[in-house]
């Protein structure tokens, strides 16, 4: 039904024209009115509210992306206007590492996913930064630099409005894309579809490739050990999940009720033993995905970082970082942090030192070294506040070393990066930060690369790095491989971390773990590695990191672990 009505708008150029005669009023929230045959420009008043509510609210447990999407669109911020420029500086702070200048990005990366070749797809606005899905993607290569040449800004010809989906790249090398919005006539309605569309990263294309059983708008996917993805939540699809079946098909959950759970991007990480283990707003749970699956509650968070505008990464086997978060209404930005152990059927919450700031909308992400790099966010959600210094908006970003249980400042970045921001590790050890707005009090059309300390020398200069010289790309779970280095001698870890595919504040894939590894007997180049058991690993592509004995990690070799 919403396929026919979409289809009236297909062609990239066609779309172009119409997203350049829309105002950016239109394709705020309000025109969730137009389904009831009105239209308005404005974007305040308890009628449009209501709307957007009834559109958003699958069951009203979190008004984190209703609160978000209701404020107004602040103004288009692009880059600094610097030449474009490749790879890691020639130097930067050895403490806290350093941002790049900000940099052109051709949408609002509200969407951004690693691809099993380093570059990085991402999607979520049209070229002017109005929220939609419906015409434009973006896929980047690192590589070529910052410049516009860098990028291949492709148009949608599928009609599925892809904006506010869930997003992960599937062990067969595809991106799967998990339902969405719907945009009629060149307007996002902020409605859920059931679409499922694949990414081809060979060809740089997309095609409508299923259905699902469900409309899913704001929903989480999570890759099994099986090969198949869990989805979860989103406005439309809240009563059941469904796994997406290798065969192409859709199973409906029907034995897990989440309809008394948050249905916005719900944490979900799937444990060693093959279950999920998920945090929505205050709720703690874990489910079976086997035949229709169930669901144990697993009781209620203990502290304010919880919801959705927390953020929560998985920075070594089972242990998972929640920070930021807490109730949007009126209430400040949680400064607090808590690591939540999932290796025993029962979750052990810790408390940790609270982060320097409180964030409503930050990112978490771990970094190669196994620190977990925090930032953005604000005090008050998804807006400035005239009454605090900065407006509240957290430009500093913080580094949690899970170690020590201790958080350092990082360095300070440019632009706010609220509502609609993603940060997220690149293949080189940097993390691109980019995106917020689409509505916000920013509209993001612009990045800053995060250079974090382990790429710089003590005194600040550009470190030298040691390099993967053979390094197999497809390894079966549970086994030993071989992976050489000139630097073999000094190489003192070797970390892996998912690719990782990121939106809403949340890496739904991102996981990191070290490898025992040895030289090779008699052998000065070559070591060998061994995976862990298989439920340690769940299958697709995983970044390998060698970090030598100074802490400087090489580029990562990009490794497809099957499924078990
Ligand atoms: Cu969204």
């Not at 690369?449 to 197999?472: D, E, N, S």
């Not at 000094?490 to 939106?503: E, N, P």
């Amino acid at each position: 039904m919403n396929t026919q009505t979409r289809r009236r708008i297909v062609l990239g150029g066609a779309a172009v024209t119409v997203a350049g005669v829309i105002g950016y009023a239109m394709a705020q929230p309000t025109s969730a009115v137009t389904s009831s045959g009105h239209h308005h420009g404005q974007t305040s008043g308890p009628a449009h509210q209501q709307h957007v509510m009834a559109a958003f609210t699958a069951n009203g447990l979190d008004p984190s992306y209703e609160e978000a999407q209701r404020v107004p669109d602040g103004p288009v911020m692009r880059g600094e206007g610097v030449r474009p420029f490749v790879g890691v500086p020639a130097s930067g702070d050895p403490v806290k590492g350093s941002f790049s200048p900000v940099v052109d990005w051709p949408i609002i990366g509200i969407h951004a996913v690693v691809l099993p070749d380093g570059r990085v797809f991402s999607y979520g606005s049209n070229a002017q930064g109005a929220q939609t899905g419906q015409y434009i993607y973006d896929v980047w290569d690192p590589k070529k630099g910052t410049g516009a040449d860098a990028h291949q800004v492709l148009p949608n010809r599928t009609s599925v409005d892809i904006f506010c989906s869930a997003q992960l790249l599937r062990p067969d090398g595809k991106v799967e894309i998990y339902g969405g919005d719907v945009d009629v006539d060149g307007v996002t309605t902020n409605k859920p579809n059931a679409d499922i569309t694949t990414f081809q990263p060979s060809t740089n294309t997309l095609t409508r490739t299923g259905e699902m059983q469900r409309k899913r708008w704001y929903a989480s996917a999570t890759t099994l050990h099986n090969g198949q993805a869990y989805v979860q939540g989103g406005s439309g699809g809240a009563d059941h999940p469904e796994v997406r079946e290798a065969s192409g098909g859709t199973r409906l959950l029907t034995g897990v009720d989440t309809s008394q759970l948050a249905s916005g991007y719900p944490r979900n990480f799937v444990r060693t033993d093959g279950t999920i283990f998920g945090i929505s707003a205050k709720a703690m749970y874990s489910v079976n995905t086997a035949g229709v699956g169930s669901l144990t509650t697993k009781g209620t968070f203990p502290a304010t970082n919880t919801g959705g505008t927390s953020s929560a990464v998985m920075y070594e086997p089972n242990k998972i970082l929640q920070v930021g978060g807490g109730v949007v209404s009126g209430q400040a930005g949680s400064k607090e942090a808590r690591v939540v152990d999932i290796s025993a059927a029962a979750p052990v919450i810790s408390s940790v030192p609270s982060m320097a700031s409180g964030r409503h909308w930050s990112n978490a992400t771990v970094l190669a070294d196994g620190r977990v790099f925090v930032d953005g966010g604000s005090s008050k959600a998804n807006a400035v506040d005239p009454a605090l210094p900065n407006g509240g908006v957290a430009y500093t970003s913080e580094l949690f070393n899970p170690k020590a249980k201790t958080w350092a400042s990082g360095p300070t970045a440019k632009r706010m990066r609220l509502y609609h921001g993603t940060s997220t590790l690149l293949r080189d050890g940097s993390v691109l930060t980019m995106g917020g707005g689409a509505p916000g009090p920013q509209r993001n059309l612009n990045a800053e690369i995060y250079y974090p300390p382990y790429l710089f020398t003590a005194t600040g200069q550009r470190a030298a790095r040691p390099k993967i010289t053979y390094l197999k790309p497809r390894l079966a779970p549970a086994s030993a491989f071989s992976v050489a280095s000139d630097q073999a001698r000094s190489i003192r870890k070797i970390a892996l971390v998912k690719t990782g595919s990121t939106t809403h504040s949340f890496n739904l894939d991102q996981r990191r773990l070290e490898l025992s590894f040895s030289m090779r007997p008699g052998e000065r180049r070559m070591m060998q590695a061994q995976l862990p058991s298989a439920g340690y690993t769940p299958p697709g592509y995983y970044m390998v990191f060698l970090i030598d004995d100074k802490g400087v990690p090489s580029e990562a070799g990009i490794v497809n672990i099957a499924a078990h």
